[in-house]
């Protein structure tokens, strides 16, 4: 796919809003494809985001301002386009935008007070999350194929 690796390239680490929201949009267009009909992995592989493999890393609540602006753009996409479950794909696209800084997808479940298995879907950015409600879901661990 040498278009999305091109793509890909621009829309890392540019500076301005609209650029940004453009590049969020795109990436969340090829997530969404792609879930449509490839599993998870090659997905994020596709965009250049690592799946999770070992242990949790560190739970911060203050994210810097980079990781802030690229969350608030995959967020503002995502809901524009009335999606639910939101979570993994809103990971996905922080991951692409975000990915100089070594951007792992993490998958949790739990188990709500009615019973119902409630699933969430986080980034890990150079071993730190930022999504503090990551920390109430246990990570899901890979199964060798």
Known sequence: MPFVIAVRARC???ATGAWRLGCAAWFLAVVERGLRKDPVPRVAARIGV??????????RAQMPHDVWRATIAARR????RGLRGRCLRESLVVGA???TRDPVLRIGVRRAPGGELLAHAWIE???VTY???SSSYSALEPVAS
Do not use: Y
């Open 12 to 14: 890392v680490g540019l």
């Open 50 to 59: 690592r799946v999770a493999d070992g242990v949790d890393g560190e739970v």
């Open 77 to 80: 996409v995502a809901r524009g």
């Open 97 to 99: 935008l975000c990915r």
């Open 125 to 127: 950015l150079d071993g």
């Open 131 to 133: 999504d503090v409600e």
